[in-house]
């Protein structure tokens, strides 16, 4: 009964969920217009801790972010509710599309009406840099890491450990003084660590099955061992979907092509070059978590079964092996990252981590402005013009206005469907 009064919270959740475009960036000014300008679901300060400190874990922060909301809202059973409808739209396309690829180019379909989601997604990205900056950028040491961290940023976008490195920086840049924040607070004796053992227990025995069920070849071992690589995906990877999508071409599309696995004669799991392109291009121009891909990328490679129920077993298997450990690290983690915030080395490291986030933000938004205005000016396209309209637009809308983001983003769709 406790769930019903959270119905208005889901309910946002799901039309979230089908708006949310732009990636993890831009999934963050959509959130802050959603959950704290409108819903007051939490406050800046608290979105700011939660991308904070989901950007330290492996996996998918903006999927983490978004259940640590509904986490702090009603407690793990709503979070985890959370987590389920934010994923299943994203999911449920690109699974359905692993079925139909094959007849991707008779259904016509125009993927030039997500022309202009990209800049305003940028411009949903410099409304948050606009909303966070006045929280986190207070004082001196503040502004030099925003500012070493948005040319960082800048430079090494595409860097798997830029984010994570930048982000510990800050922390310890900030801890160079004890001033400022002193110890006030008693800070907790004990802190239960028991909780992530199931987290190192499902990786375990995931990769022990998957080797066990490939040396015993065992009848159904394709789906262990997509298991074990989405587990293992979800695990490791830092920076986002710009980091899965190369770790799964790697994996599904150069591996098996390798010397070693063709003079082996090793059944492994692998998909076609080009239709993993195709689908690493649908991923961007739907709503929802990039790691979507994962319920694509498993439908494919296990296509080869001929079995359709083999196929939609791929689909399940993927979307779950990849954004379980990111739920299982949030959720475990989160409770410990509260009481260690009580001791004033973590507490004054907050403050450099929180504006490290702001230049990593900065960073993000002049590297993607930079391909779709910049490069676009300097070669004479006209198109720079639209998309530097779209994304000042789109940020005057979310600062002066109280236009519904999903609004905004049917604008933009019938403004690529017309022009």
């Not at 979070?79 to 449920?92: D, N, S, V």
């Not at 739907?286 to 990328?297: D, K, M, N, R, W």
């Not at 498993?298 to 450990?325: D, K, Y």
Request: include cysteine; glycine fraction near 8%.
């Amino acid at each position: 009964m406790k769930l019903l009064r959270h119905i208005p919270f889901l309910r946002t959740v799901l039309l979230y969920s089908l708006t949310a475009f732009g990636g993890p960036q831009g999934h963050y000014g959509m959130m802050m217009k959603t959950f704290v300008q409108k819903r007051k679901d939490v406050t800046e300060h608290e979105l700011l801790d939660f991308v904070s400190f989901c950007n330290m874990l492996p996996g998918a922060s903006s999927t983490q972010t978004l259940t640590l909301i509904g986490y702090k809202r009603g407690g793990i059973m709503l979070a985890i509710i959370t987590l389920l409808i934010w994923i299943l739209p994203a999911c449920l396309i690109m699974g359905a599309l692993s079925f139909l690829l094959d007849y991707f180019d008779d259904m016509g379909f125009d993927i030039h009406v997500f022309k202009f989601i990209e800049p305003m997604a940028v411009g949903f990205i410099a409304y948050s840099c606009f909303k966070i900056f006045k929280i986190a950028i207070n004082n001196t040491i503040t502004q030099v890491i925003m500012c070493v961290a948005a040319i960082t940023t800048f430079l090494a976008f595409k860097t798997p450990w830029t984010i994570p490195v930048l982000i510990v920086t800050g922390g310890i840049a900030t801890n160079f003084s004890s001033k400022r924040i002193p110890q006030k607070e008693i800070p907790p004796k004990k802190i239960k660590w028991g909780n992530i053992l199931i987290f190192v227990f499902i990786f375990a025995l995931a990769g022990y099955l998957s080797e066990t069920a490939t040396t015993q070849n065992w009848k159904n071992r394709k789906s262990f061992n997509l298991f074990e690589n989405t587990y293992r995906f979800g695990s490791f990877v830092f920076g986002g979907g710009d980091v899965l999508i190369p770790m799964m071409y790697n994996q599904y599309v150069v591996r098996p092509e390798t010397k070693k696995i063709q003079e082996n004669k090793r059944d492994v799991l692998k998909m076609n070059k080009d239709e993993f392109l195709t689908g690493s291009g649908i991923v961007r121009a739907i709503p929802g978590p990039v790691f979507s891909i994962s319920a694509f990328t498993g439908g494919m490679v296990m296509r080869t079964e001929n079995s359709t129920s083999q196929q939609l077993i791929g689909c399940v298997l993927g979307a779950i092996g990849i954004f379980l450990p990111s739920a299982l690290l949030v959720l475990f983690f989160f409770p410990v990252w509260n009481k260690l915030k009580k001791y004033a080395v973590i507490y004054r490291s907050l403050e450099g981590i929180n504006a490290a986030v702001v230049g990593i933000m900065f960073g993000a938004t002049m590297y993607l402005m930079k391909d779709i205005v910049f490069i676009q000016l300097w070669s004479k396209q006209i198109t720079w013009i639209n998309n530097l309209a779209v994304i000042v637009v789109t940020f005057i809308f979310l600062t002066y206005s109280k236009i519904p983001p999903p609004f905004i983003v049917l604008a933009c769709l019938l403004l690529g469907w017309f022009i």
